[in-house]
Structure formats: structure tokens, C-alpha cells
């Protein structure tokens, strides 16, 4: 018995949705209306974790930073989608090596992405 969606089964989604970008919206408005507005040189300066800020805060940085941080979330979210997979073994398990196969060629795919990176050297830190 195939089950057939229609888009009316998809309404509570759409509600959930347009209420959600209602509250934000929301929010935003209301705290900006009714917050304070007292701005004064010791509110207005940078403040993080309570140290004082020292010297120029645009400074450069290099770009292999980013880059380090860039590839590893692409990383951990290709790490996330091997979860449902681990997660539902045992019924990936009924099919057989297909849903193994699949893994494998997922998992290939993770590792020449990975030695394509480390021949570019976007990992050497110089």
C-alpha cells in the first residue's frame, strides 16, 4: 500500500514555519523598540569576555585560518550524515551490500575529497 502526499499535508509544516519567522521578527522589533537607548562612549566600545580590547581590531588574518575552519566544517558535516546510516544498520543490513556499497562509495568520496586538499596544501601551515 504506497501512501500518496498531498500539499495539505504539508500545512502544519508551512504554519510552523510562518509562525516561526513571525517570532523572530517579532522579537526583533519589539527589543529594538523597547530596549534603552542610552549610548555613551563605554557602551559603544568593543567588549569580549572581559578583556579589554588592545590596539586595532581589523588587523588581517591570514587566509589559511579561514580556510582551516572552512574545510573542517565541511568535514563534520559530511561526519553528520554517516550517523543515520550507523543508526539504522540493522535495517541496512537487510539489503544486503547495497546500502554497504553506498557507504563505501560515500566514503571513497570523503577520502579523495580529502587527499585532493592535502595535494593543493591547503593543510600546510606556513
Known sequence: MVLLSTPVDYLPIAMMFVVAIGFVLFVMFATHWMGPKHKSKVKL???ECGIESKGNSRLPFSIKYFLI????VLFDVEVIFMYPWAVNFAEWSKHGLAAFGEML???GLLVFGLIYIIRKGALKWE
Open 45 to 47: 566600545e568593543a567588549f
Open 69 to 72: 575552519a572552512i574545510l573542517f
Open 105 to 107: 562509495v560515500f566514503l
